[in-house]
């Protein structure tokens, strides 16, 4: 399974941005998904996780209801919607594929893709 993000890039107080994630491979299905971040010099931080029947979701507690993610099997596409976005946002985020929602949740995952780089302005 490969993983290509994008959508990253400088935004203001209170923006919007959507990141997505492209995978490939004829097993992505078989995997959950994830989106974490990393600022620097801090720890990678989990972020959201959904499956691909979009039916278990579940977000970091930092998030408090400003991210939305979703999985579109068709286009193999996850989109991490990012809504009044803080300068504490501002990392690399990364898209991650993992056996179960638990292993996404404690950062267990499988395949990662590469970072995108998120920054918001105060």
């Known amino acids: 399974v490969q993983l290509q993000a994008s959508g990253g890039g400088l935004v203001q107080t209170g923006g919007s941005l959507r990141l997505s994630c492209v995978a490939s491979g004829r097993t992505f299905s078989n995997y959950v998904m994830g989106w974490f971040r990393q600022a620097p010099g801090k720890d990678l931080e989990f972020v959201a996780t959904i499956n691909w029947s979009g039916v278990r979701e579940y977000y970091g507690d930092f998030v408090e209801g400003r991210f939305t993610i979703s999985a579109d099997t068709a286009k193999k596409t996850v989109t991490l919607e990012m809504n009044s976005l803080k300068p504490e946002d501002t990392a690399v985020y990364s898209c991650?594929?993992?056996?179960?929602?638990?292993?996404?949740?404690?950062?267990?995952?499988?395949?990662w893709g590469q970072g995108t780089l998120v920054t918001v302005s105060s």
């Open positions: 991650a594929a993992g056996s179960d929602t638990t292993d996404i949740i404690i950062g267990r995952a499988r395949y």
